[in-house]
């Protein structure tokens, strides 16, 4: 047949017998490697022998097949390749004959059927069986044993070619790595390869070897991505290590996880950060930090007023931080101020009331000339989120000589350039959202005249999130009435995009809330001495009251999240990015 070449016949016949059953490294290496092409042949050879009329036929035109396939079949590498095997499957059963007409079809069809005892049943009574009996194990057992041998030599050979000779770099054979990676292409997703896979990316982690194939890394992340492939942690890590593009995606699907489902919102975005393995990865490697903060960069500069995107940003600084090390906050924020680097290097990452109280001019504190480029300010206070969350609670009780100095870092926050609204304009109208939140949360029934003017304000393209920012801290932080809550939210917030929008500051004060309580509890047990000077019946009220308190915070902050999801489409990742309207005004962010 002119599909299957003579040439072509000859040379696969020369790799089966010189494969044999792969037993050694190099045999399962060079199989690897050509198992791609093989699969294409026997395609070919299906195709062909599909255009047979019998099995007598078929053995004529191609005499080889029989000792071919049988010897492909016996090769655990061949065999643990899914795709590989149904094309095994499907030559055999070209060969079967339903009714032999010669005694050439029924040894063929006697052979045929231990072959595939041998390749997908534990029966007893076939040739494949009887071979393998005396080890004690069935066929599947014997593949799976002889490929799990051969992997586990081949590991090995990865670590001492890293760790056999004192000095590392002539211990270490990147071209026998680049080899092995090349090999593993085809059988990422075949469970007995996981380990040789994790070896040999954790080996160019360690040896700082750029020697991995490229096409491997792309095969190994696409099937962990797909879930056909599971690795532990740290070989996931040293796969972004290796391979900025896979880093890239991982970021790309955390932030799509994020801005298209604003279910995230309501549920524990910590967990959902963390389980991304981004914050971990990045408090380990320093370059992997600096990708992220990156790519978070070009998309905060494209939708500066996404609130889910802010509050993702934040949670993942967070999150990296707890994760941190002991990196030198200088090289994880290298446009840092010094007075900034004193504060990251506290692991929680922490900033206190009084700190915020005591500066008449938090603007010169927090942002101080020193700065080259306003957008680096900016982007530092949207990563540190909890510091503008903290004042925006403290705005909530605070004296009337104390708002300023807040209200100027909680405009900064949501308007960090004069585009369109000038920075003093907007100090006025978080003021003036101050002055009728604190009146209409603590009174009862809600003025309708307040309602009126949040509602106005709240209608505002330019002031919408700096408002909506109060509002929720009001209703989480006030102590006014919980009954409140919901009757003023019902007439405040009726748009479906305001209300998403709330859900994503709802969500920002849920995690700052739940890691100070966390905090608290890591410093009250790591400092048990600091109570022997306090009674236990202080101590009891001074946690009763902290507990009622945290407590009523937790019913106010559900009661408005309840409010905003009732009516809420299941469906509405658009509503989660910011007014064209007002981007097709102003244009771009310009800093």
């Avoid at 040439?7 to 050509?34: C, I, N, R, Y």
């Avoid at 211990?171 to 007995?192: D, F, K, Y």
């Avoid at 802010?310 to 931080?321: E, G, P, S």
Wanted: charged share 20%; proline share 5%.
């Amino acid at each position: 047949m002119a599909m299957v070449s003579q040439t072509d016949v000859q040379f696969w016949m020369e790799k089966a017998v010189s494969w044999g059953e792969a037993t050694s490294p190099s045999a399962l290496l060079d199989t690897s490697k050509h198992l791609g092409s093989l699969r294409k042949f026997l395609q070919q050879l299906l195709e062909a022998l599909q255009q047979m009329s019998s099995t007598s036929e078929a053995m004529k035109t191609f005499p080889f097949v029989g000792q071919f396939l049988g010897r492909l079949c016996w090769n655990p590498c061949v065999t643990a390749d899914e795709r590989s095997q149904s094309l095994l499957l499907r030559c055999l059963s070209c060969l079967n004959s339903a009714e032999p007409q010669n005694a050439v079809e029924r040894k063929a069809n006697t052979w045929i059927k231990n072959i595939l005892c041998h390749l997908i049943s534990e029966e007893e009574g076939g040739v494949a069986h009887a071979t393998v009996k005396h080890a004690g194990s069935t066929p599947k057992q014997y593949h799976t044993e002889a490929l799990q041998k051969v992997v586990s030599l081949m590991t090995e050979e990865v670590f001492k070619s890293c760790h056999g000779s004192p000095n590392t770099s002539s211990g270490c054979s990147n071209l026998n790595i680049e080899t092995m990676s090349t090999a593993c292409i085809a059988l990422v997703t075949c469970p007995q390869m996981t380990p040789l896979i994790a070896a040999l990316l954790k080996h160019s982690v360690s040896c700082g070897c750029s020697s991995l194939n490229q096409e491997f890394l792309k095969e190994v992340h696409e099937a962990f991505i797909c879930k056909r492939l599971f690795l532990e942690d740290e070989v996931v890590v040293a796969l972004w290590c290796q391979s900025p593009s896979c880093l890239e995606e991982a970021v790309v699907r955390l932030l799509d996880s994020v801005l298209s489902d604003h279910q995230t919102a309501r549920q524990n975005l910590d967990k959902h950060v963390s389980d991304s393995l981004l914050p971990q990865a990045s408090a380990r490697h320093c370059h992997i930090f600096l990708a992220v903060s990156e790519i978070y960069r070009n998309v905060l500069v494209e939708i500066e007023e996404n609130l889910a995107l802010r509050t993702l940003i934040q949670v993942f600084t967070a999150c990296f931080l707890q994760s941190r090390t002991r990196q030198r906050a200088q090289s994880l924020f290298p446009q840092c101020h010094n007075e900034f680097n004193l504060s990251l290097a506290d692991r929680t990452f922490r900033i206190t009331k009084e700190s915020l109280a005591g500066s008449s001019k938090l603007d010169h504190k927090f942002f101080p000339e020193a700065y080259q480029s306003v957008f680096e300010a900016w982007m530092l206070l949207v990563q540190c989120g909890f510091w503008v969350d903290t004042a925006a609670e403290m705005l909530v009780l605070a004296a009337p000589q104390k708002l300023e100095p807040l209200l100027w870092l909680l405009v900064f926050f949501h308007h960090p350039t004069n585009r369109g609204h000038q920075n003093s304009q907007q100090v006025a109208v978080a003021r003036e959202a101050c002055t009728h939140l604190r009146t209409l949360f603590l009174t009862q029934p809600p003025p309708p005249r307040l309602l009126h003017a949040i509602k106005e304000l709240l209608s505002s393209t330019l002031s919408s999130n700096l408002v909506l920012h109060l509002f929720a801290n009001f209703a989480v932080f006030s102590h006014g009435p919980v009954g409140s809550i919901t009757a003023i939210s019902d007439v405040v917030l009726p748009e479906p995009l305001l209300k998403c929008s709330a859900l994503w500051v709802l969500a920002s004060i849920r995690c700052r809330l739940n890691r100070a309580s966390s905090q608290d509890v890591e410093d009250s047990s790591g400092h048990p001495s600091s109570y022997l000077i306090i009674s236990n019946t202080k101590r009891y009220a001074i946690y009763y009251n902290k507990k009622s308190l945290e407590n009523l915070r937790e019913r106010r902050r559900q009661a408005l999240q309840l409010s905003c999801l009732r009516g809420l489409p299941k469906n509405v990742p658009q509503l989660l990015i910011p007014s064209t309207a007002a981007r097709s005004v102003h244009g771009p962010p310009k800093f």
